[in-house]
């Protein structure tokens, strides 16, 4: 295989418009099959619980938040269906990567910044969006894709917050990427 055609093979992304039918389809399968909509953030939420529990077993007492969590799941919080979600994207985007040609360890950036500040950035925005789903019970799939599935006001507030505020912060950051 030449390299251009392997150049145009690692350039080559799913049709926008058909990622979000395969999503929306996605979405109705969840909640016709568990009867709830897709989210990571209650993922990560179980597997922070079971950190702290395999730590120490009575620290997540003193955690009335984490100590329900804890409780309103029977057996280990790692069963939960929504670990086994997390995981399913995390190996499917691995393997599109592969197959894509796509997959290489390096950090995309503006010329105009550093691998470092890219990724500080990165990692400040996780940050601060894991910690604004927990405020806002959910994160953009749960509170806001699934809530509007289901013709939730409050889904709909989310994503308009979601976008509304990335709009109005878009001018501040946008060096940092372009």
Same mark, same amino acid.
């Given at each position: 295989m030449s390299n251009s055609?392997?150049?145009e093979r690692g350039r080559r992304y799913l049709n926008p418009y058909v990622g979000g039918v395969l999503l929306g389809l996605v979405l109705l399968?969840?909640?016709f099959i568990s009867g709830r909509g897709l989210g990571a953030s209650g993922a990560v939420k179980s597997?922070?619980?079971t950190t702290i529990e395999a730590v120490d077993k009575d620290a997540i007492n003193t955690m009335p938040f984490m100590a329900d969590y804890a409780e309103s799941?029977?057996?280990s919080p790692m069963k939960s269906w929504l670990v086994f979600e997390m995981l399913g994207v995390i190996v499917g985007g691995f393997l599109s990567g592969a197959i894509a040609g796509r997959l290489k360890l390096k950090v995309e950036?503006?010329?105009k910044i550093t691998s470092r500040r890219r990724l500080v950035f990165a990692l400040m925005g996780g940050v601060l969006f894991g910690f604004g789903s927990q405020l806002g019970r959910g994160c953009t799939s749960g509170s806001a894709l699934s809530g509007m599935a289901v013709l939730s006001m409050g889904g709909f507030i989310t994503?308009?917050? &979601?976008?509304?505020?990335?709009f109005a912060l878009a001018y501040f950051f946008r060096r940092?990427? &372009?």
């Open positions: 055609k392997t150049e399968a969840a909640n597997v922070v619980v799941h029977s057996g950036h503006s010329p994503m308009m917050a &979601i976008f509304g505020t990335a940092n990427w &372009i």
